[in-house]
């Protein structure tokens, strides 16, 4: 079990546990919330799994819990499940995330636990901060806990992964949010300064057809992938992803090395829920 440094009450005594289950808890140096931390937490988690570990929780805090899931679900190569729950949560967060660690089938990937509800890593979102609340909007929960036992309400598709090294200068990955009165300059300039651009368009169609000659430029040159309800037009590469999973996304493609090409064809990938091949070695 990794904790973040300080106080984390709900963690401070250990969670009524499963027969035969242990649980070593090790501390998390400093909050989470770059992609060098993820990274550097990946490699504990990955070096725990293969000591001999089942399963691994994990104690996050809940602003940017959601992204940090499933940037280990995409470069976890391990089958050990790993198990997300908030450090403001309750003490049963905490019991229900070790039962969904020992319990949970080899191969699960990441998961966030709250609220005796299982969600899987790639639709699971945060609806609250100072009461950590999760929902999978479009999906639902992936299970739930029930007198400590984890029951699976359905089964993900198989894991979509991105392999590394993750190496060079990280890349510079823009998030945009079209927005009432949009006339695409501010788009124009963060698309000058990006490696990729992730546009998320909740208004849909109309706003992005007009915001579709400003796109058509930094498309040719750069991953520019929309998030939208609708279909976006003239064809352009699009995904179902929260925008900020989107973004961790395009960010760990272009880290591997992925080029252009790649990196839109990997979004198409995730859509039909394939396996990314390996990055291109230097």
């Keep these: 079990m990794f904790v973040p440094d300080g106080p984390v009450p709900m963690a401070d005594a250990p969670p009524p546990l499963p027969p ?3 649980v070593e808890r090790r501390p998390v140096a400093g909050p989470v919330s770059t992609f060098a931390a993820v990274g550097e937490l990946a490699r504990a ?15 996050h805090p809940s602003e940017t819990l959601a992204e940090t899931a499933w940037a280990l679900e995409l470069v976890h190569d391990g089958t ?31 998961a966030v636990v709250a609220h005796g509800e299982i969600h899987a890593a790639r639709h699971v979102t945060a609806t609250g901060i100072a009461a950590p609340a ?3 909007p479009g999906a639902g929960p992936l299970g739930q806990v029930i007198g400590g036992a984890p029951r699976l309400l359905w089964r993900p598709p198989e894991r979509f992964t991105v392999r590394g090294p993750f190496a060079g200068h990280p890349p510079r990955v823009g998030l945009h949010v079209v927005a009432l009165g949009d006339d695409g300059g501010l788009l124009r300039t963060l ?41 976006p037009p003239g064809g352009m590469a699009a995904t179902r992803l929260d925008p900020l ?35 291109p070695r230097p």
């Design 20 to 22: 035969g289950v242990t």
């Design 134 to 136: 999760f929902a999978s």
């Design 80 to 110: 050990a499940p790993i198990v997300l729950t908030a450090a403001s949560g309750t003490p049963a967060d905490l019991a229900d995330a070790v039962a969904v660690a020992a319990a949970g089938p080899q191969g699960l990937g990441c």
């Design 45 to 59: 988690v990955g070096e725990t799994a293969a000591a001999g570990a089942h399963g691994v929780v994990i104690v």
């Design 191 to 231: 698309a000058d300064h990006c490696d990729g651009l992730v546009v998320a368009a909740p208004a849909g169609q109309a706003a992005l057809a007009m915001l579709a000659p400003v796109l058509a430029e930094p498309a040719g040159r750069i991953p520019v992938v929309l998030s939208s309800p609708t279909a």
């Design 245 to 279: 999973k989107a973004r961790v996304l395009m960010h760990l493609l272009l880290a591997a090395g992925h080029d252009r090409s790649a990196v839109l064809n990997a979004f198409v990938s995730l859509e039909g829920s394939t396996t990314m091949p390996p990055a």
